[in-house]
């Protein structure tokens, strides 16, 4: 019997260690990554020259494209762009004579371009809705859509110069913002 108990023992080693292992049927690894962003812009023509008109006439042109690009990639991506202009006067070492911004009239017209997804709503998308610049007004909006996106719009201009304006080169501001 002696000699059948070390022989035993070794049975039982053996089998503990050939026994199968459990098999484990899945396991999991956590994955994580960023979406990025950046911001809320606006671009815009640095200058433009609409030309000269006589007093009592009338200057029409069109500004250049106005780019809103929104890379925020928000849930819910919308924004407003207004616009504003200030007094236009004359730089010529005199006193300035001023064309104030009651006779400067704005209209976005259409989107020339869009990309995203949305709605993009001009803000006067024809002359006959176009506006004075005596205060701010909405140029161009975004009501609904997520994600990253952009509008691209021409906005024209309609200056009505004063019969008693005085000749010379006029210099004013039109500011575009969005929000």
């Known amino acids: 019997m002696k000699k059948l108990l070390p022989v035993l023992g070794v049975a039982a080693v053996t089998l503990a260690v050939a026994s199968p292992a459990a098999a484990q049927p899945s396991a999991d690894t956590i994955v994580t990554f960023t979406v990025a962003t950046a911001n809320l812009t606006i671009e815009v023509p640095a200058s433009v020259n609409l030309g000269s008109a006589f007093p009592g006439g009338r200057l029409v042109g069109q500004m250049g494209v106005v780019t809103v690009r ?6 819910t991506a ?6 504003v202009a200030s007094d236009f006067r004359t730089d010529d070492g005199e006193p300035s004579e001023i064309i104030p911004p009651q006779l400067v009239e704005y209209w976005s017209g259409p989107a020339v371009a869009t990309t ?6 001009p803000g006067q ?6 506006v004075t610049l005596s205060e701010p007004r909405v140029a161009f909006s975004k009501t609904s859509g997520s994600g990253n ?13 004063p019969p008693g304006a005085v000749g010379g080169l006029y210099v004013g501001t039109v500011t575009h913002s969005v929000s």
Not at 78 to 83: H, K, P, R
Not at 116 to 121: A, K, M
């Open 70 to 75: 929104d890379q925020r990639a928000a849930a």
């Open 125 to 130: 998308p024809t002359r006959d809705e176009r």
């Open 149 to 161: 996106n952009t509008a691209s719009w021409n906005p024209t201009l309609e200056i009505t110069i």
């Open 78 to 83: 919308t924004w407003v762009a207004q616009v």
């Open 116 to 121: 995203g997804t949305g709605v993009f709503v």
